[in-house]
């Protein structure tokens, strides 16, 4: 009878285990009839096991069972949804328009436009006024309008900027303590380098005269040793490095390929540069890429020409690098990949002038600039885009939204705008990586732009294809300001979100060493091969391109549960300078293809 008991124990042993694992609820720890569970690797298999160890008292001996920590991985690991995404109006009028923004790592928005019309819809605080000159009576005058401002972007609150030297079509991007420097503009802020600190009531400091060269459309891009390069801009067929605060530049560095890849209607502005992994920099005008050594200032590599149209400035296509995904052993080289979208035939601009507008271009491009064979790979977007901007979603997806499906950039020179964002899947089979989202109702045409938010929305604001603030065009001057939330924000799949606990996460990074992330998913049981933690680089974007943005997919070391719902992973940080530039990204846990909200971190 006793060992009928005893026997019957083991059984019902048995079936308790069973049960917990198929109803996905395991405990850490448990003690029952005589079994305890413990913790082991099972031969070199990536997924942490649960043990148990069971006591037959038929036999005198005892079962050992393992038990996954984890639940299994599942093939298809991304969570499906048919939503198409949400727009929100969140601010009806931004103060100045949207033509250049960055996020800082304070959580608000730098939005700013041209000086050059002394007007907007906001005035500075305080009476505040600066002097001008008349460009044609050469009379002195006044303007004693905002022409930034700083937007919270959980408020919607406005703050007022001063800025003098014009930073039309400038360009920019975050120091390594997250201040944002920008760069050249337009007449007198063509030589112009200017900083805005994140302190609370910060305001715009400029040194007219740091830069050796007039920049006008030019690029600017953050190098390995947190420096930036500076390069092209109207008629200027060169680069150089930002000055460090105060100083001035005397000379710049030739570069006869700007030269090279200019045309009619120059086609090479705006030019796409991305720090590949190797510390070179990519370097993209018109139609034509090299790699230049920002150490020799010698170019390395030219790759092959990209057919089908001009991809710069008026032409403006879109460019990013796609995910960098590490590995806790790293090749030699990380492999990383420079994606080109859209733009528009040569002669687009000019005829565009005449009132005449060419389609846009409808195509994508990859090439693996890592890769010494590497050639152009295309595919066919659903629908044509000039002058739209393409961000990296902390997901490892990509959206494209904003600009024409005709024309070209600068003034009156395009039509048929592109309500339709579109979502790219860089990873799915080549035929399953575009989809179409939830359209805007409002045209973003010319200077209009776009950011990725900690919260996984993307704001949107700008357009202005009009000299001047002119309400009564056919595609007005627009002020309102959205969000939109991509697909992963779907309500249906709120519950799948993580959370990651900020004040137990460790946000001070050092190259390649672990870090220590903790969040909760309101799941029992979670592979970690269902999990992917990404660091982004907020860019500045204006004119259809975003400067210095980059997405890393960062390697998993280990990951434990802490209690109910919680879970510490273990990720090691990027392992160079040149994989990741010194300074801010955000920071996020993704559960299949459901990202958290993102936590501030730095690396140094």
């Known amino acids: 009878m006793a060992a009928a008991s005893s026997s019957t124990l083991f059984m019902l042993s048995l079936l308790l285990v069973t049960a917990q694992y198929n109803s996905q609820f395991l405990l850490p720890q448990l003690v029952f009839a005589g079994g305890r569970f413990h913790d082991f690797n099972e031969n070199d298999n990536e997924e942490k096991y649960f043990g148990i160890t069971i006591p037959n008292p038929l036999t005198g001996e005892s079962t050992h069972f393992g038990l996954p920590r984890f639940a299994p991985q599942v093939e298809d690991h991304a969570y499906k949804t048919d939503y198409q995404g949400l727009w929100e109006l969140v601010s009806k009028d931004s103060g100045a328009n949207a033509m250049h923004i960055n996020l800082l790592p304070n959580n608000k928005i730098i939005m700013f436009d041209a000086t050059a019309f002394h007007m907007s819809t906001m005035k500075l605080p305080n009476g505040q006024c600066f002097a001008y000159k008349e460009e044609k009576t050469g009379m002195q005058n006044k303007d004693c309008w905002c022409h930034a401002v700083e937007f919270d972007i959980d408020t919607a609150k406005l703050r007022p900027l001063k800025i003098q030297w014009d930073p039309w079509c400038s360009s920019g991007g975050l120091a390594a303590d997250g201040t944002l420097v920008s760069t050249g503009g337009w007449l007198q802020g063509t030589r112009t380098v200017r900083y805005m600190r994140t302190c609370e009531n910060c305001d715009w400091k400029e040194y007219q005269t740091a830069l050796a060269d007039a920049r006008w459309y030019a690029t600017q891009a953050t190098l390995a040793n947190g420096d930036f390069i500076l390069v092209g801009g ?256 779907d309500p249906a799949l709120a519950e799948h979100r993580p959370e990651i606990f900020v004040q137990s996460s460790e946000n001070s990074l050092t190259y390649g060493q ?91």
């Not at 659903?382 to 490892?396: E, H, K, Q, Y």
């Not at 900690?454 to 969000?483: C, H, Q, W």
């Not at 220590?516 to 500045?540: C, E, G, H, W």
């Not at 549960?561 to 530039?581: C, E, L, N, Q, W």
């Open 234 to 489: 109207r008629r200027s067929y060169s680069y150089e490095y930002v000055p460090q605060e105060g100083a001035s530049n005397q000379n710049s560095i030739k570069f006869p390929f700007l030269d090279e890849t200019s045309d009619l209607d120059e086609n090479n502005l705006y030019p796409f540069v991305h720090l590949s992994t190797d510390g070179n920099v990519f370097i993209f005008a018109n139609n034509r890429s090299v790699l230049l050594n920002p150490k020799t200032n010698a170019i390395i590599k030219e790759f092959p020409v990209l057919d089908g149209g001009a991809r710069n400035y008026p032409s403006s296509g879109m460019s990013a690098l796609l995910p960098i995904k590490l590995e806790a052993n790293n090749d030699e080289v990380i492999p990383v990949e420079v994606i080109v979208c859209g733009g528009a035939k040569p002669a687009a601009y000019g005829l565009a002038q005449k009132g005449t507008f060419l389609p846009a271009l409808d195509d994508c491009n990859r090439l693996e600039i890592t890769n010494p064979e590497a050639t152009w790979e295309k595919e066919i977007m659903p629908s044509a885009r000039v002058m739209g901007d393409m961000l990296n979603l902390p997901n490892g997806d990509l959206l494209i939204l904003n600009g024409a499906k005709k024309g070209t950039s600068a003034w009156y020179s395009a039509d048929h705008p592109n309500f339709t964002p579109v979502l790219y899947s860089p990873d799915e089979p080549a035929d399953q990586r575009f989809k179409e989202l939830e359209p805007s109702t409002i045209p973003r045409m010319y200077h209009s732009a776009s950011a990725v938010l900690p919260d996984g929305r993307v704001l949107v604001g700008g357009s202005n294809p009009n000299a001047g603030y002119n309400f009564k065009a056919k595609y007005p001057t627009e002020m309102r300001i959205e969000k939109f939330s991509p697909p992963y924000l």
């Open 514 to 604: 672990t870090f220590s992330v903790q969040f909760s998913v309101n799941k029992l049981l979670v592979a970690r091969k269902d999990i992917k933690v990404t660091m982004y680089a907020p860019p500045f974007t204006t004119h259809g391109y975003s400067m210095n943005q980059r997405l890393l997919e960062l390697a998993k070391l280990d990951m434990d549960r802490a209690f109910h719902g919680a879970y510490k992973i273990d990720v090691m940080a990027p392992p160079t300078s040149a994989v990741a530039p010194p300074g801010y990204y955000l920071l996020f846990v993704v559960y299949r293809g459901v990202p958290s909200m993102g936590m501030w971190v730095q690396i140094k």
